[in-house]
């Protein structure tokens, strides 16, 4: 690391500036799910309550129990509790009637805070490199590599700007990453002392947080018990529980006595499941108007009761279409022709939204192709913490590919792949064997390419609809 002098702080610091500068450039307002995600953070800090729409009479109509959470919303509430108890009611933020939105303060607080986050996962991805890669000779230059990977991937860099929860995910899931390979790191001999506990229980409460921003990190977690099992560190095991249990339980029992029947953290799964599971259905975010019927009728609640009778069904009554529809999803999620970019946002803006989606699309492919080359090499090594990486690894695509794919939901893999990456270039850069690296690059360009292909064939009407947008703005 003498070589390295200062350049590690400059590359956090870089991070840190880049998803700042481009938030306030973007200046994006909320508005759908990260609106609602606003009215719940902004009712939460004046302590009005979980609730969506004050103006209602019954609270248990309000449907603040539809969105992904709690986990961002009470990240949002922390924010403007701090910085914006100066706006009174009916302000730019209250009540839930529609109103011109002409303070952003507490927006731009946010924006700033969520830089720092992924200044700090940036920085944890250095750190995990330093413990999986403890062997190798160029260990820091992989870390840091990592770290530039996430810090500047131009998806991540965007969704900072938004109101949505998917920085906040990325920290909490890496964080719990981070701990779970610490304890697991540990000797035999150290897994009983008390700095060991307390890795465990951080890593339980990072798992317990990014579960309650996101419910399938659950699948996520549940590999580091099984890990510590493996390891035979029972008590290691049982504490992992600690805060999965109190938080997401106690959370999930809060919402159960609410509404009077058995609910985990959101009644979001139910309904995302319906849409990925139905006779029409895509793969991707595609309703049918018997489901928007059915949600249009009733609380999310019922409707959630409803959902998993007719995925049920469906999978019953219709199981070649079921299991093809799992396939195609998974296609969908390793496809290299899913970019970020064609958001709303950016309508009014063509040649932005080119170089959103030139840059997400030609940085994911390069993601996915380097990390799974990354993999392909790291595989041979013996090193006890690969079980536990590609566990969580795989975790990640089986907890989002059971509902529907959407590409933002593949931004929870982006920073395991991206040490898996930079563990590829970096040794591509001092091998002096670097044909073998790029015919291992070629074979999963091979396989991606294949893959790709599946899912161009099943989106082409997809691809027709959104080439004419791309084509006309080339062509202004």
């Keep these: 690391m003498k070589n390295l002098k200062c350049f590690p702080a400059l590359l956090f610091i870089a991070t840190f500036i880049v998803s700042i500068g481009f938030s306030f450039y973007t200046n994006i307002s909320p508005h759908v799910d990260a609106k609602a995600y606003n009215h719940i953070g902004w009712n939460l800090a004046r302590g009005v309550g979980y609730i969506e729409n004050e103006e209602l009479t019954n609270r248990r109509e309000d449907e603040a129990i539809f969105r992904v959470g709690p986990g961002y919303e009470f990240f949002l509430a922390g924010i403007y509790k701090i910085v914006g108890t100066q706006l009174e009611k009916g302000s730019a933020y209250a009540p839930y009637a529609p109103r011109p939105y002409t303070f952003k303060l507490a927006w731009q607080i946010t924006w700033i805070v969520q830089a720092f986050l992924r200044m700090l996962t940036a920085f944890l991805l250095f750190k995990i490199a330093l413990l999986l890669f403890s062997d190798h000779p160029k260990k820091e230059w992989v870390g840091l590599a990592s770290a530039a990977i996430f810090g500047f991937f131009p998806d991540l860099i965007l969704i900072n700007g938004f109101l949505l929860y998917e920085t906040l995910l990325l920290f909490l899931s890496t964080a719990a990453v981070y701990f779970s390979l610490k304890i697991l790191s540990a000797s035999k001999s150290n897994i009983q002392c008390f700095q060991s506990t307390l890795n465990v229980g ?275």
Excluded: C
């Design 202 to 476: 951080f890593a339980s409460l990072f798992w317990a947080l990014a579960i309650l921003t996101r419910p399938s990190e659950l699948l996520s977690f549940l590999i580091f018990p099984v890990a510590l099992s493996v390891q035979k560190n029972w008590r290691g095991a049982l504490v992992s529980f600690l805060f999965p249990l109190l938080l997401v339980g106690g959370w999930s029992l809060r919402n159960s006595l609410l509404y009077d029947q058995p609910l985990f953290t959101t009644t979001a799964g139910a309904y995302a499941l319906w849409v990925g599971n139905n006779e029409h259905a895509t793969g991707g975010y595609d309703r049918t108007p018997e489901l928007k019927e059915t949600r249009n009728q009733y609380h999310s609640t019922i409707f959630s009761s409803i959902a998993l009778k007719r995925v049920a069904q469906f999978a019953k009554e219709k199981p070649l279409k079921f299991v093809e529809l799992q396939m195609r999803k998974t296609v969908m999620y390793f496809s290299l022709i899913r970019p970020t970019g064609f958001w709303p946002e950016f309508e009014n803006a063509p040649i932005k939204r080119l170089l959103i989606v030139s840059s997400s699309a030609l940085s994911a492919a390069l993601l996915f192709l380097g990390g799974a080359a990354g993999i392909w090499i790291i595989r041979k090594k013996k090193n006890a913490l690969l079980p536990a990486l590609y566990g969580f690894m795989l975790a990640k695509p089986f907890a989002v590919i059971p509902f529907y794919v959407e590409t933002r939901y593949r931004y929870s893999l982006y920073p395991l792949l991206a040490l898996t990456a930079a563990f590829f270039i970096i040794n591509l850069v001092i091998s002096p064997r670097r044909a073998t690296f790029v015919h291992i690059l070629t074979g999963a360009f091979a396989v991606f390419l294949i893959i790709t292909s599946i899912d161009a064939w099943y989106s082409l009407d997809i691809i027709v609809n959104r080439l004419p947008i791309l084509l006309h703005i080339l062509w202004q």
